[in-house]
């Protein structure tokens, strides 16, 4: 027996140049899955709720009211509301998707050994990236539009301070005060360009870890001892599986109010 | 790049994963938060109406009974008067229906007592008529002596005055 660790998602098959994953296909089953039930409750609904459409109301209404305290106002929760809890369903489904028996089991034979036909979607940089991307990307449009173009640049080549020494400089007076606090100013927006690639590595390699990890831990103590032993771990893993989802979404939450903050402060100062 | 093949990273399957993810989005808010929020807020609404409606008809209701019960206090009221009144009125007019046929048997048991004392005065009137007419004959039949009829009248009338 051999234990098979694989950093990369395993192509099954090709269409044309696509290259189609495991975990792509994971994907997509889980999306499908997620667009099925939505329709369908969503085509059930009706003033008087019954049990299900109950329960989907509570989660919904309580996620929502918490996004709003987070972001502040209805109209900014109500925009950023359908991403981060697309975001949270999309990742919890595919996290606790794994703890479906049996489904670690199937693989397809090909040319250079078997290859397993599942793999939990986070375990694969893929779509982690991609959503990463968008939170980051999205943060910084909004960051934009919120401080303007000139704001958002002024933000990490702050100028500000240096240009103020220069200024009383004109007149005689060298303020060296000033000028230390315009170049340490300058440092931090510099430093600040570092936090938002840090924050591309940090929120895409805190789901993938995990997730991969726990993957990893739960396949090694299956082969090191079957039965009992894994059990724990496969606790930790729904504990690691729903708080990682939860993580996620928030942190999205927050960057994105972040931005709007940052930006209005900034329009305070100016 | 060596660490982006290592994690397996295809542009394709990155764009792939991109557009599914925007559908994923589209449909759900389409077809599941925004129905749901629609729907909160419409019940919100129906409820917030609902609510605001049984206050407004409490307060109507309680306007209601109050005015009921100043109402029916007046309507007790007028009533009481009206019956003191009819009372009155009743009481007096009983006086007046028990004065006049008091006053009016009154006056018949004097008409009665007149007619019969005209008629006791007619009949004692007949009565000495016959009883003159009587003694006449009778006394003609014992003093057998026929009298002049003047004469015999005044006679008797004068003992009779006499007697």
């Known amino acids: ?270 | 790049m060596g660490l982006f093949r290592a994690l397996g990273l295809d542009v394709k399957i990155l764009i792939a994963q991109f557009i599914n993810f925007a559908i994923l989005l589209f449909v759900l808010y389409k077809f599941g938060y925004k129905p749901v929020f629609a729907l909160l807020e419409d019940r919100k609404k129906k409820i917030e109406k609902g609510v605001h409606d049984a206050e407004k008809s409490g307060e109507k209701l309680k306007e209601i009974e109050e005015k009921e019960k100043k109402v029916l206090a007046a309507a007790k009221k007028e009533a009481f008067v009206i019956i003191e009144k009819a009372k009155e009125q009743a009481e007096k007019r009983q006086g007046e229906i028990i004065k006049k046929a008091k006053e009016e048997v009154g006056e018949i048991i004097n008409q009665e007592k007149a007619k019969i004392q005209q008629e006791k005065a007619k009949t004692l009137k007949e009565l000495k008529r016959e009883v003159v007419g009587l003694v006449a004959v009778s006394l003609e039949k014992i003093l057998g002596e026929k009298m002049d009829g003047k004469k015999d009248e005044e006679l008797i009338k004068k003992m009779i005055s006499k007697k």
């Not at chain 1, 989660?59 to 925009?79: L, N, P």
Request: charged share 15%; hydrophobic share 55%.
């Open chain 1, 1 to 270: 027996m051999k234990l098979n660790i694989s950093l990369s998602p395993e192509v099954l098959f090709n269409i044309g140049w696509f290259p189609v994953t495991n975990s792509f296909i994971w994907t997509l089953v889980l999306s499908l899955f997620l667009i099925v039930t939505t329709i369908v409750i969503g085509k059930k609904l009706k003033m008087i709720p019954g049990g299900t459409q109950n329960f989907v109301e509570l989660i919904i209404e309580e996620s929502y009211s918490f996004v709003k305290s987070i972001i502040g106002t209805d109209e900014k929760a109500k925009k950023v509301f359908p991403l981060v809890f697309t975001m949270f369903l999309l990742i919890l489904l595919a996290n606790l998707a794994t703890f479906i028996p049996g489904q670690a089991a199937i693989s397809i034979a090909k040319e250079n050994g078997p290859v397993p036909l599942f793999r939990a979607v986070m375990a694969d940089y893929g779509l982690v990236f991609v959503l990463t991307i968008i939170t980051v990307v999205l943060t910084q449009i909004i960051a934009i539009i919120v401080s303007g173009p000139f704001g958002y640049i002024g933000r990490f080549i702050n100028l500000s301070g240096i240009k103020a020494f220069f200024k009383e400089a004109i007149h005689g007076k060298f303020k060296f005060g000033v000028l230390a606090q315009g170049f340490l100013d300058l440092f931090l927006g510099i430093m600040d360009i570092v936090g938002e690639i840090a924050k591309i590595i940090s929120l895409s390699f805190r789901l993938f870890g995990n997730i991969f990890a726990g993957e990893v831990l739960g396949g090694v103590m299956l082969f090191l001892a079957p039965f009992f032993t894994p059990l724990p771990f496969m606790f930790l893993g729904i504990i690691t599986a729903i708080v990682q989802a939860f993580v996620f979404a928030v942190l999205t939450l927050i960057f994105i109010t972040m931005a709007i903050e940052t930006g209005e402060k900034q329009e305070g100062a100016a």
